[in-house]
T-cell receptor, first 112, second 115 residues
Framework: DTAVSQTPKYLVTQMGNDKSIKCEQNLGHDTMYWYKQDSKKFLKIMFSYNNKELIINETVPNRFSPKSPDKAHLNLHINSLELGDSAVYFC???????????FGSGTQLSVL | SQQGEEDPQALSIQEGENATMNCSYKTSINNLQWYRQNSGRGLVHLILIRSNEREKHSGRLRVTLDTSKKSSSLLITASRAADTASYFCATDARNYGGSQGNLIFGKGTKLSVKP
C-alpha cells in the first residue's frame, strides 16, 4: 500500500484554467505538507497543515488554496493557472513535527 | 532564503567507490536530515542527525555534523548503480512559532554511479 499517494501524476493544462491535486496518506500522521520543486530541483514548502489546521502558509499567491477535509487528506486547488506554476508538486506527511517526512511521488504540472 | 546548500552539485563515480556529499546551512538547527530522490520520484528519508550528535551510521551511510561550522557530510560507502539519485539535505528552521517548524531543503547533489 502506498503511504502517501497523490493524483494525478501528470497534469497538462492551459493558462487560466483551474485545477486540483489530491493527496491522501494512510500513515495516521498528524501533519501534511505541500512542496513545490522547480526545474532546478529546488524544493520549497508551500503549506503545512496539522490536524486540518493551517500551520504554515509560505509566500504563495492566493490562487493556491489548500483544503484539508480530514487529517488524512490535503488537497491543493489552483485558480487561474499561470506559466510560472509549471513545476512538480509534492505532498508529504509526518508524525512528529518536521522529523522524517514521507513524500508522495509528485504531480508534474505543465501549464501551456 | 535558502538554508541548506549541497556541494558538489553533481558527482560521478564508479561502482564500489565512496561518495561524499556536503551540506552547509546558515542558522541554528534542531536536526539535519538527508533525503534521496530517484528520477521522477518523491523524496525518501535516509537519516536524521540531531544537533547534539556528531556522527551517525545507517548501513552504508555515514553522516557527520559540525554545528560550529554549520556543515554536514553524507558518505555512501561501496556505492552501487542503484545509488544513482539526487541527495538533499534538509534543516528545520526555527523562525516559526510552535512545534511544527519548517523543513528547508538544499538544491541537492546529483550522484551518478557508473557500473
Amino acid at each position: 500500500d502506498t503511504a502517501v499517494s497523490q493524483t494525478p501524476k501528470y497534469l497538462v493544462t492551459q493558462m487560466g484554467n483551474d485545477k486540483s491535486i489530491k493527496c491522501e496518506q494512510n500513515l495516521g500522521h498528524d501533519t501534511m505538507y505541500w512542496y513545490k520543486q522547480d526545474s532546478k530541483k529546488f524544493l520549497k514548502i508551500m503549506f503545512s497543515y496539522n490536524n486540518k489546521e493551517l500551520i504554515i502558509n509560505e509566500t504563495v499567491p492566493n490562487r493556491f488554496s489548500p483544503k484539508s477535509p480530514d487529517k488524512a487528506h490535503l488537497n491543493l486547488h489552483i485558480n487561474s493557472l499561470e506559466l510560472g506554476d509549471s513545476a512538480v508538486y509534492f505532498c508529504a506527511s509526518s508524525q512528529r513535527g518536521v522529523e522524517k517526512l514521507f513524500f508522495g511521488s509528485g504531480t508534474q504540472l505543465s501549464v501551456l | 532564503s535558502q538554508q541548506g546548500e549541497e556541494d558538489p552539485q553533481a558527482l560521478s563515480i564508479q561502482e564500489g567507490e565512496n561518495a561524499t556529499m556536503n551540506c552547509s546551512y546558515k542558522t541554528s538547527i534542531n536536526n539535519l536530515q538527508w533525503y534521496r530522490q530517484n528520477s521522477g520520484r518523491g523524496l525518501v528519508h535516509l537519516i536524521l542527525i540531531r544537533s547534539n550528535e556528531r556522527e551517525k551510521h545507517s548501513g552504508r551511510l555515514r553522516v557527520t555534523l559540525d554545528t560550529s561550522k554549520k556543515s554536514s557530510s553524507l558518505l555512501i560507502t561501496a556505492s552501487r548503480a542503484a545509488d544513482t539519485a539526487s541527495y538533499f539535505c534538509a534543516t528545520d528552521a526555527r523562525n516559526y512559532g510552535g512545534s511544527q517548524g519548517n523543513l528547508i531543503f538544499g538544491k541537492g547533489t546529483k550522484l551518478s554511479v557508473k557500473p
